[in-house]
């Protein structure tokens, strides 16, 4: 949460102040700015956990299926059972609808992609006019003013230089070069490179991490990155790239097997371990 100290006391203020009506308060803001971050930290924090009866936390993403939803909606409630999952649609709603319905509750939808998204699921909350609240993350502000009202729209901000450096020293924390100027001055350079994109920041940070605490490496670093940011349209696509061809040969090919797996899809370590197995065994054949 480095930098967004404000960010959280505001979505605070918003989610337990007025009206007592429904509302929905929107995080919008590009991939990586920390819409996610901020809403699980708003999510988890003592006086919102105190102050909603009833919390549930959903992603939605650009492909989804309501009746999945639903059940995500209900497991997060803790109110799923074995019979639930052999119900319609309808059933699912019906059941999520009347729990919501006496207590104040806290729902946060992320990754939201449309307004038909918004549209699929806005009859599942009722307004009991108790302070009800939906915490709802998005890339786009088309959404976020179609969902809910101006006044409860937030928008996420990149890290200024010194934020952004304070970011870069605590995924690197442990590293001795505090005491050489020249790599903190060449860690700044690096972080600016980032342009205060937070997901960039921790990224080159656990790449540094890893790597020789010298001067010329870090160097090297800054330099790869400001020729990414100085040309690359999807910036943060290309920082993430680096730290794959960071990886060591055969950690490159497990990594690979991430995508054969649906955003957000849940992955279960025995399916992964099966995979590398299977992949080590050709790999030995061929």
Known sequence: ??????????????????????????????????????????????LIVYHFHVRAWVTISQEYCVRDILLGLLDSLRKLND????????????????????????????????????DDFRRLFPDSNNGNRILLTTRLMNVALYAGSINFLHQMHFLYDDEGWKLLFAEMFGKEYLYNPRLEEIGREIARNCRGLPLAIVVIGG?????????????????????????????????????????????KACFLYMGIFPE????????LIKLYMGSRKISKSS
């Open 264 to 271: 957000y899809y849940e992955i279960h370590v025995s399916k």
């Open 1 to 46: 949460m480095v930098g967004f100290d404000d960010d959280l006391i505001q979505i605070k203020d918003r989610l337990n102040g007025q009206p007592s009506k429904r509302e929905v308060i929107s995080i919008v803001g590009m991939g990586g700015t920390g819409k996610t971050t901020l809403a699980r930290n708003v999510y988890d924090d003592p």
């Open 83 to 118: 019979k639930m999952h052999r119900e319609s649609e309808d059933e699912l709603a019906e059941h999520f609808y009347k729990i919501l319905r006496p207590g104040k509750y806290l729902i946060v939808m992320e990754d939201v992609w449309n307004t038909q998204a918004w």
């Open 207 to 251: 790449i540094l991490s890893k790597l020789d605490c010298t001067y010329e490496v870090w160097e090297n670093v800054a330099e790869k990155i400001h020729s990414i940011t100085a040309t690359a349209a999807n910036r943060c696509s290309e920082i993430l790239s680096l730290s794959c061809n960071q990886l060591p040969l055969r950690l």
